[in-house]
Structure formats: structure tokens, C-alpha cells
């Protein structure tokens, strides 16, 4: 069955095409965005969403390589994708980090996407362009979501990534899942191996409550050991000014059984300077529990590893998908 998807191209112009002729989009001109023709639960009203959509847009001038916008329908409404790099590319999908949305991936897309087929998928239930009916309210409904995702696009085998709680979600959907893992990498995952520490989710809750800028920039200081974009700040700050998290996922800590289970070769990268959990208790807990795992604990980095030291976490990431 051929698929056909709604692909933005550039401002004002909405072309179908199908999976099957998709190669033709990816040598036009850079996407763009224009607003959503819906109203994310997220948001609530047209006009709170097009103020994040904006800083949405501002974020993606930062992606270096063309791409293509759509979304795909799942049991849990509208899941919004940024695609590029060959067709006949190994597929990569990529999950984001809570509050950053797919463009956070921009300091990777280009070494990424260079073998890849790139799928940065925004996650149900986040802030970000998505449009949801509902939310998954377990870890067995985020693996019936990404199934959902990964059947539209008509892909059986993937590689996995994901970043901070979407590093948590890939390896759930790698546990739900495991026949449809090639590979998975993880940078700075949610829990996953050890507990949040409390002054993290007393942090979430207070920008939550408060989202001005000034708290936004203090969070963000924090988490970061390096300043970030201005554009990526300004959409993190759109996002928790304008909407309201519907996640009903807590990242937790998987049991030494699920992790024993794992079976796709695993990339784990953690910042020694780490504040939203222990890094190096979650190194030693992953290596003694993980058989295939590569783990590496980046000297002076904090939580957001790809935006802090994108030199070094894409060494790494190039050498580990490319063997």
C-alpha cells in the first residue's frame, strides 16, 4: 500500500505525494513550516499555537540540510515529523528532548543524515507540533504509538536515538519492541538507569508554574554547562509560555531484567557534570547490566550534550552507526 502524506515545501504551497516518490521532495529547496491548521491540546487557542509555531519555524533556520515536513495519523491523533537525507538511507528515527521539540537534532542532522534516512519525530503528549487526540498513559501506549508512527511510514527495521526523556522512550519502544531495533543510541536519558534527583523535578515544576523568561534562562543555565542557541531558548520558552504538558509517562528506572534483555548493539552518552540524575552511578549500572552496550561519560558536559559539545557527541555518534 503506498502512503500518501501532506509534505510542506516552502510558505503557502501543500503538495501530496506519496513514500514512494518522496526522493523527488528531498531535492528541493529547505521546508518551511507554515502554521497548523489545527489547534494542538497543547496550545488550546489558534492563537497561542501560532506564537509557538513561530518560534518553532525560527528554530529550524538552524537545520543545515534540506528536509520535509508532514504528519502521520495514529491512534493517539496527528504525530508531526521533520524528514531528510537519502531515501535509500538506513532509517534513523529521533526522539527529542521534552520541551525542545525535533529541532533540537540540528547540530546532528548533517553528519546524521549523511547514510541516514532521518525521522525527528515530535512525541505525543510533549510541547511541539504535534496535534493530539489523546495521550499514551503507559509505557505499553507509547510502544503502541511508536508502532503506529513506524507503520504509517512503512518502515519494519530502524535505528533509535533519543535524547533526555526521548531517550527514555527509545528504549522502551527497544524493550515493546526489539525485533525492529538495528541500533539505538542514548544521550543523557531521563532515569532509565537511576532515580531524577528531586531538585530536577521540583525545577520542571517551577518553570511549569512560572514560564517567564528569566525563569526559563535559570532552568536552562542550569541544566546546561554551555549557553545554548537563542533560537532553541526562545522555543523552549514559547513552548511551556503558550502550552501545557499533557505527558502521562514518567520516566522511571528500568529493572535489571529489561536492561539484561536488551539485544541491539547500544551507544550510551552521559556529561560528568550531569544535574537532572547520578551519571556515574547510571554508567555503572548500565555496563554491568547492558551486554552490548558502548558507554562514555563526556568530561565538562551537563544534560543537554548534543547542543553543548555537538563535535564530539557527533564523533561519536558517526563512528558508532557507521561500523
Avoid at 488550546?44 to 538552524?62: C, V
Avoid at 545554548?228 to 504538558?245: I, K, P, T
Amino acid at each position: 500500500m503506498v502512503l500518501f502524506i501532506s509534505i510542506y515545501i516552502c510558505p503557502n504551497r501543500l503538495l501530496p505525494i506519496s513514500i514512494s516518490n518522496i526522493h523527488e521532495v528531498l531535492k528541493m529547496k529547505k521546508a518551511s513550516i507554515p502554521a497548523a491548521t489545527e489547534t494542538s491540546l497543547h496550545f488550546k487557542t489558534a492563537k497561542r499555537q501560532s506564537s509557538y509555531d513561530r518560534k518553532y519555524q525560527e528554530s529550524l533556520l538552524n537545520w543545515p540540510v534540506p528536509f520535509i515536513s508532514f504528519f502521520v495519523p495514529t491512534r493517539f491523533g496527528s504525530t508531526h515529523i521533520l524528514s531528510c537525507g537519502p531515501e535509500d538511507g538506513t532509517p534513523l528515527v529521533l526522539l527529542h528532548a521534552m520541551g525542545f521539540s525535533s529541532t533540537v537534532w540540528y547540530p546532528n542532522i548533517e553528519v546524521l543524515a549523511k547514510k541516514h534516512r532521518i525521522y525527528a519525530i515530535d512525541y505525543i503528549g510533549d510541547l511541539n507540533k504535534s496535534l493530539p487526540t489523546a495521550t499514551p498513559a503507559s509505557r505499553e501506549e507509547c510502544g503502541q504509538w511508536m508502532d503506529d508512527v513506524l507503520r504509517e511510514l512503512q518502515l519494519d527495521t530502524v535505528s533509535l536515538g533519543g535524547i533526555s526523556y526521548g531517550g527514555f522512550l527509545a528504549l522502551n519502544y527497544t524493550l515493546y519492541a526489539p525485533h525492529r531495533i538495528l541500533k539505538l543510541f542514548l544521550l543523557s536519558p531521563a532515569a532509565t538507569f537511576v532515580e531524577l534527583h528531586p531538585t530536577f523535578i521540583r525545577r520542571i515544576i517551577s518553570i511549569a508554574a512560572l514560564p517567564m523568561k528569566w525563569n526559563i534562562r535559570r532552568f536552562l543555565g542550569w541544566l546546561s554547562k554551555h549557553k545554548l542557541n537563542s533560537s532553541m531558548v526562545n522555543q523552549f520558552h514559547a513552548a511551556f509560555r503558550y502550552g501545557s504538558l499533557s505527558l502521562k509517562v514518567a520516566p522511571g528506572v528500568y529493572s535489571d531484567d529489561e536492561l539484561r534483555q536488551l539485544q541491539p548493539p547500544l551507544l550510551l552518552l552521559l556529561g560528568d557534570q550531569e544535574v537532572i540524575s547520578d551519571s556515574g552511578q547510571a554508567y555503572v549500572r548500565a555496563t554491568e547490566l547492558c551486554k552490548t552496550i558502548q558507554a562514555e561519560l563526556l568530561p565538562g558536559l551537563g544534560h543537554m550534550l548534543n547542543l553543548e559539545n555537538p563535535a564530539e557527541v557527533n564523533k561519536r555518534l558517526e563512528q558508532f552507526l557507521h561500523s
